[in-house]
């Protein structure tokens, strides 16, 4: 059931950034060290690549038991029968995303702001993704959300939160006492020589 997803190592992939040769590789290091949610976010990736890659990443997700998110593309997701899709503010609205792919189906939406995260809730999102908390390479065009800002979604939002944007082992500690469900990484794990340990280790300090 969807209350009980484990959001609290969340993995968005970049081939652009990654170590490992294939995204089926880094997923599966990633999934050994414990990602609990895996989004495959290729921003610059063609359609007919995209549903490849999506349906190839959907088997090893399948095998570990662990939700498969597509970004954006509400077509792929449900061609492949992936678990959810995450959407921005500039994609289609969840309200619509909601009606075309069900009640089952996982939604994701990106807020910056407390108007934003509450119109998510009220249009059926399951979770928000909200940032970015730091300056990050992998998205440059996001505003970055302060802590209290963070603290007032958390006070007025009901439904999981999981944070994105700069969060590594540096930066994590910042969110100790903050009431989230999950940190969303990228380049703290595809990044690493060692993917695996990586997960692990972040998994770890997200715990504790």
Do not use: W
Not at 11 to 21: F, N
Not at 113 to 126: H, M, N
Not at 191 to 206: C, G, I, T, W, Y
Request: aromatic share 4%; charged share 25%; net charge negative.
């Amino acid at each position: 059931m969807k209350s009980k997803i484990d959001y609290s190592l969340y993995l968005c992939t970049d081939r652009s950034i990654m170590s490992d040769t294939s995204i089926e590789e880094c997923v599966e290091k990633s999934l050994k060290g414990g990602v609990s949610v895996v989004q495959i976010r290729e921003k610059d990736c063609p359609g007919k690549e995209f549903l490849q890659i999506a349906k190839s990443v959907k088997e090893i997700t399948r095998r570990y038991g662990v939700p498969l998110i597509i970004n954006d593309r509400v077509d792929v997701a449900i061609a492949v029968g992936a678990d959810g899709v995450h959407v921005g503010q500039d994609d289609l609205p969840c309200a619509i995303v909601r009606s075309m792919v069900g009640e089952d189906m996982i939604i994701g939406v990106s807020a910056s702001s407390l108007t934003e995260a509450l119109k998510a809730q009220q249009d059926g999102a399951d979770y928000i993704g909200v940032g970015a908390m730091f300056a990050t390479d992998t998205k440059t065009d996001a505003k970055v959300v302060t802590m209290e800002e963070l603290d007032r979604i958390r006070r007025e939002v009901s439904i999981p939160i999981v944070v994105i944007g700069g969060i590594n082992k540096t930066t994590l500690p910042d969110f100790i006492g903050k009431g989230i469900d999950g940190i969303a990484v990228v380049s703290a794990i595809v990044s690493q020589n060692d993917v695996e340990s990586a997960a692990r280790e972040l998994k770890s300090m997200f715990h504790k």
